[in-house]
């Protein structure tokens, strides 16, 4: 796997992804984007995964958003194309069968709130600072972040960050629910591996499950309660529900394969 701007490392059952561009905060760029979606892909791909881990190299920025310097002269054509682009390749780890848990070990502004957004569970370390700036430049947020901030602060909150371009801090995202936990510097990824963890001693199936239900809550057109009903019952035909059920009644810890 050639990847110009992020690291990829498999440590276990866990996917290291690390966007590697420090001297420009981790910036996303177009190149940037190519290597996401391939580690996004080969985390999916990849049997013995079970989850992954976003953060950023250095120890000041998780992703200070996107490249300006890229888009600045784009036409009105241009940037409705890298906003498509942009969400389709985020709406990937949304909709992976596989829990992306980001470990936010700085700024995460622009396009790197929205990354983080997309992930299942967000982690966040006490520096770490939250904003969607994008109105200062004369443009909205265009990877969805005023669709998936709404989702998780609410309505009200929202829309005021995203109009003021205000910065947070992480114990104010704690208090907004936009982050699920706060670590001390440095502990974002232990603390996101030990969520994993918990999560890999679960059904695989039920877990996949379990993010299609919740989408489709979100998902326009869709029933999630129909999708709920639905997921339950194929879950009865899995070898996890067979394992899953026995060692409850052999009051055992159950060693779930998968399938």
Known sequence: MELE??????????????INRPKQMNA???????????????VNADSNVRGAIITGSGEKSFIAGADIKEFAAFSVAEGEALSRNGMRIFAKIEQSLKPFVAAINGFALGGGLELAMSCHVRVAETHAKFGQPEVGLG????????QRLTQLVGKGKAIELLMSAEMIDAEQAFNYRLV???????????????????????SPMAVAAVIRCVNDYYATGIDGFNTEAVEFGKCFGTEDFKEGTTAFMERRKAEFPGR
């Open 5 to 18: 701007n992020i690291l990829y490392e498999v440590k276990g059952a866990v996917a290291h992804i690390t």
């Open 28 to 42: 996303l760029n177009k190149a940037t984007f190519v290597d996401l979606e391939t580690v996004i892909d080969a």
């Open 139 to 146: 443009v909205t947020p265009g990877y969805a972040g005023t």
């Open 180 to 202: 699920n936990y706060i670590t001390e510097s440095g502990q974002s990824v232990a603390k996101a591996e030990e969520v994993l963890s918990k999560i890999a001693k679960q």
